[in-house]
């Protein structure tokens, strides 16, 4: 492979030529499976594009791709993902990075800057993703006829501005601050609803606040296409297809005989590409020897409009059959049928992400969803418009109908689809006898996004023709077709029985009763389909949705003026949908609202100072440890797995057809050098192995690592790896607690750190009025979903030496278990971490293996090895937050105050002790954030064969905030009181809180939360919403409300931190900490602390230290004892630590500046650390800030209102609102805990509403991927976003009166869970009053996470059955 970097090229090669930022590369040969991501991070220098999930389902990767157009003279821009996207389907385009935007030399892009400045970047890792979609955005917005915007302002509209990220995964932010950051681009943006930011202070007036956004210049933006390119498109000769393997026919005919030619038998693999984005739900692991790219084929990329239909070319992209359904065409087709088009274009939006159908052809959809029963919505609803399709075998053309070819054999690799075509409704009408009829067409998709990038439960598409019935004054639906998809079948049907049925019917209660059992009877999911029940009534509420206005309307004369408004003005059924739905949520983020107080009294400590670092993020010049350029000779290494719980481990094997070149070694337990241990990874409480011996005792567990040249061959090779298991004579594997409780199986709490009960249980039951005795709760676990996959990079040195950059949250343990292992002394290793792309505790104990195997790779091949896991190894051997199964007995006044409460929890920990025994405690911690009475507990760790469960993210006190708010809403249900009452009068009092938190209550001015509490109620404005929450309820049949108030109290704990400072002869500081920068801030933080510390040195130029301070990576061999960077507290340690150092070199400073000042009056920085190194004063202090006992511990205090919505036909919930205050105390840096307030909330509400992290019976992870596992998106957060951080002043024992942040504020997301539980409750009692549940209807469980199955079961699934028998028998 050749490739230059020059920009003027002879032209006329058959050479893969492309520009990158306006670099040309030209390739003589590339292997054709190769990736423009691939190609990007491994040759060339632009590292901004990110891998994450590999599979389209994140944005991490994306890209700006450029056409041109000679003839047209015209660019297309457009974004695609450059992990799915094959190099040579780039031939003469452009790519355009974030790098390409801007950089540090040459001046950063404004959208670079108001990212920044905006605070919408934390780790970084998805940041150069989320700008290359808003320039995507903007490129496109300046192409439209719109008016002219203000200067400095795009032709975006705030509506495209938010849905350009609607792709984006981000793990830190909650969306909330990048929302802002795009819309501040957008020609119709309110500057009064940009958040918190930089720029300027909230009362400047509009103008002030326009001139001080960093100017975006429409007139000069980046040229996304180059000169050059453009004269070698138009002269250069195509790519030579033998040479690249990459064929382009440029017709139907050339198709035809290089399909001739590829004998299937002659053992020649061929694959037809489009788009290539199939590969990221189909995994395939084959090597092709021939591409065939149909993107040339003129036939293949047209749209055809006659009187008969649109005939859709097989290649053309999603989003260019969406713009042509939407162009308005006079004439043609009656209005009807342009609604029809304009609707499967609107269904057609919410497929996968802007990204991915900007490639993925509609051709490609259909070929999916027939060959390999792909879940497709395109093929749906165009079923139910009757379309048609044309394929060719051989030579023959054939045209068949959408259904016949679903149901034919499947596709084989040589046929091609050419077409699809949706008829000209007007057909459809011509064959009905009735004329004065009406077609009515509608699309549905139940999915846990609902601007998509998520796959349907089960999707729908309805057409009907309906007149009105001349014997009444009813509404008779001629004829109909139905259609259902996704859910469970080989591929969509149309429900023909129910069709039939349904045809020249008069629509009536009793009608739509049989036709909704006959919907039941034919759309069933197979077996072994998740959630079966579930999709058959989303089957049954979608007809209902659609039918049921009908059945209502009053029809005399004209169907057109009774039914026109009531279902084309917002194309969904209004039917008691309306009723006091003042406020219209958009699907969106709509508002927000900050409130912060800005402390100036340790300036420039407390002042909210833009990230540290969040400019080279946003322009893809941070480097995270996989862009750290491959050292020479550097192998990669994949690790192999156990599938199976309990095994014997007879031998690992390679299917050798498969096996790609390259492979190196196989590392296993075998390879661990004399003198060294089976150890990957350590905690205060023990080791774990770093491989398993002969036996694996989990799924999950790492058997070996396989070594390759490229990261590539060595995932696949550990991907076709054939373990030979043997079970024989061995246990069952224990993989519940109850079984662990039946087998003893239990890992040891030591007596220090379990918690104290507290009072007398049994004198507290015996108080009680009312009691409620063994009740039950499960919790299931959670994923990290950090963006960045676990990595590290180990390059051996002279002596036996080892350097390690790890992306680690503690390196000082990563450097302890890796010498271990090697049996070298810690001397020998080096652990350097500089940043990590998103950690929440997963890169804790979890990162240490990884960094472990590299190591012990490297120094047995004395090469250096990296690796960088695959999003699904990564989510297989994560282990992730704990499960536990909590039983509790609650003793209670009638008045709601509780007198006693006991809990027995069990714990799955997994297999091995990671940092399990702390969960009793972290458990406590939390849960006593109420006044219980008494307080017994018996809390078992329980040892099963699941991979073992490590901290994620406020570990324990998630789960134990959550048990108390259960205890509550069981408690309140039973008194039919509601739960805010019952939460209220259980609140502490100060000496309450101090009989349950000993001295971390502390003193009774610090106890705040009952005035948060208070405070949130009326900026929540809770009371008068509760009001209106209940009425809406009253008269909205198919849509309940709940809201929810939650307070949370979180202990954290400070640990010994170390710090250095050092200011060198220029007067720069570099300073460096034991806290690792994960994105929460910590550097920020650190220099603020080192320019706050050496200001009080008080000499001329100080003010500007903090312009000078550098925060410098990790290095354990500089730096020791760093400990782990985890549990909230590490920036404020970090903090002490530098804080101390500076006092430290300021008393050194002193004496020299004084003696100064008195010879030269003022005294400047500069001057004085020049005179210090030439008298010797010692500029470099390290300290170890090692908290006091007394005062180490401390609670942190909050509270949030949730306001939900609940759709009772699919489950869904909607956050419609969440206002939160947090107490800070007085916050280091009010923008850097904002971030981790609103960041932390949406983690919480994956945790509560979204993310299923399960195992199968193996104990195997079962979601693996963004195809199942969901966190929150930018449409799944609440629509208004409201956060105070409340200063609560001064707090002597804290690190300048500083609060944590970065845990507590996860725990608020309970109150979106309960809310959504209030609105269940009020579903459930208009279920009992239509006589279909018992009274014992307001006691459930609503488990976690609340998703859209788990609402609707509750809801009832047979809701709508239950409201057509109500209605039927009240007739
Ligand atoms: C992250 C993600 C989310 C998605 N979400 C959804 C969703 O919510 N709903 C939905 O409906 N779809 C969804 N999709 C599927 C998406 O629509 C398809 O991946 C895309 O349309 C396929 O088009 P392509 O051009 O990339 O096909 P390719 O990947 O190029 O091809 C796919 C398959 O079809 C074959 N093929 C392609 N064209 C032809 C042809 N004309 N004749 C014969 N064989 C052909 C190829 O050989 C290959 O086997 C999603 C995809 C991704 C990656
Ligand atoms: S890495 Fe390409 S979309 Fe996630
Ligand atoms: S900043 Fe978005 S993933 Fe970290």
Known sequence: MQNQMEEERPTGTSNLVFAVNGHRFELSSVDPSMTLLEFLRSHTSFKSVKLSCGEGGCGACIVLLSKYDPLREHIEDFTISSCLTLLCSINGCSITTTEGLGNSKDGFHSIHQRFTGFHASQCGFCTPGMCISLFGALVNAEKTDRPDPFLGFSKLTVIEAEKAIAGNLCRCTGYRPIADACKSFAADVDMEDLGFNSFWKKKESQEVKISRLPFYNRNHEICTFPKFLKREVKSSLPLESKRFSWYKPASIEELQSLLDTIDANNGVQMKIVVGNTGVGYYKELEHYDKYVDLTHIPELSVIRRDQSGIEIGASL???????????????????????????????????????????????????????????????????????????????????????????????????????????????????????????????????????????????????????????????????????????GTKHAIRAWKVEEFLAGKLLTIDILYDAIKLVKANVMPEDGTRNPTYRSSLAVGFLFAFLSPLINTICNGSVNRSINTLMFNDGKSKQNYDCLDHVKFPTLLSSARQVIQINKEYHPVGEPVTKSGAALQASGEAVYVDDIPSPRDCLHGAFIYSKKPFARVKGIEFNSKLLPAGLTALISFKDIPNGGENIGAKTIFGPEPLFADEFTRCSGERLALVVADTQKHADVASSIAVVDYDLENLDRPILTVEQAIKRSSLFEVPSFIYPKQIGDVSKGMAEADHKIISAEIKLGSQYYFYMENQTALAVPD??????????????????????????????????????????????????????????????????????????????????????????????????????????????????????????????????????????????????????????????????????????????????????????????????????????????PLEYTLPSLWDKLATSSSFIQRTEMIKEFNRCNLWRKRGISRVPAVHEVMLRPTPGKVSILSDGSVVVEVGGIELGQGLWTKVKQMAAFGLGSIKCVGVGDLLDKVRVIESNTLSLIQGGFTSGSTTSESSCEAVRMCCKTLVDRLTPLKERLQA???????????RQAYLEAVNLSASSFFVPDLASMRYLNYGAAVSEVEVDLLTGQTTILRSDIIYDCGQSLNPAVDLGQIEGAFVQGIGFFMLEEYTTNSDGLVVEEGTWTYKIPTIDTIPKQFNVEI??????????????????????LAASVHCATRAAIRDARQQLYSWGCIDSSHSTFNLEVPANMPVVKELCGLDSVERYLQWKMSSN
């Open 1286 to 1307: 409340a200063n609560s002043g001064h707090h002597q024992n804290r690190v300048l009166s500083s609060k944590a942040s970065g845990e507590p504020p996860l725990l």
């Open 798 to 1003: 002279e002596e036996n030496c080892m350097v390690v950059y790890s992306s680690t949250q503690c390196p000082e343990f990563a450097h302890a278990v890796i010498a271990e292992c090697l049996g070298v002394p810690e001397h020998n290793v080096r652990v350097i971490t500089r940043r990590v792309g998103g950690a929440f505790g997963g890169k804790a104990i979890k990162a240490m293996p990884v960094a472990t195997a590299c190591a012990l790779a490297a120094y047995k091949l004395q090469r250096p090895v990296r690796m960088y896991l695959n999003r699904k190894t990564d989510m297989i051997m994560a282990g992730g937050r704990h499960p536990m199964k909590i039983t509790f007995s609650v003793g209670f006044k009638s008045s709601g105050k509780i007198t006693a409460l006991n809990l027995d929890i069990l714990i799955n920990a997994g297999i091995y002790l990671d940092i399990s025994p702390v969960m009793p405690h972290n458990i406590m911690g939390a849960l006593k954030k109420y006044d219980w009475g008494a307080l017994s507990f018996d809390m078992k760790v329980c040892k099963t064969n699941l991979l073992s469960r490590s901290a994620m993210r406020a570990p324990g006190e998630v789960q134990g905030s959550y048990i108390a708010e259960a205890v509550i809403e069981h408690v309140a249900s039973s008194l039919s009181m509601d739960a805010d009452s019952v939460r209220a009068i259980n609140l502490h009092t100060h000496d309450s809180l101090n009989s349950f938190y000993d001295v971390s209550a502390g003193e």
């Open 1159 to 1169: 010879q030269i009056g003022s005294v400047k920085w500069d001057m004085l650390i």
């Open 317 to 487: 992209t999603i989003s260019k059959v969406i713009e042509a359904l939407k162009e308005e065409w006079k004439g043609e087709f009656l209005s009807e049928c342009k609604v029809v088009f304009k609707k499967i274009a609107v269904h057609m939006e919410k497929i996968a992400s802007e990204f991915i159908r900007n490639t993925g052809s509609v051709g490609g959809n259909l070929v999916m969803a027939q060959r390999k029963h792909f879940p497709s919505d395109i093929v749906t609803i165009l079923l139910a418009a009757g379309s048609l399709v044309e394929i060719l075998t051989g030579t023959m053309r054939e045209k068949l109908t959408l259904e016949e070819f679903l149901v034919g054999a499947p596709f084989d690799s040589k046929s091609v689809l050419l077409n699809v075509k949706i008829p000209n409704c007007e057909s459809i009408k011509n064959i009905s006898p009735e004329r004065n009829s009406k077609l009515l067409f509608e699309t549905y998709r139940a999915a846990p996004r609902p601007l998509g990038n998520a796959l349907p439960y089960l999707n729908a598409a309805f057409l009907a023709e309906v007149s009105c019935s001349k014997s009444s004054a009813g509404i008779m639906l001629n004829r109909c077709q139905l259609a259902f998809g996704a859910f």
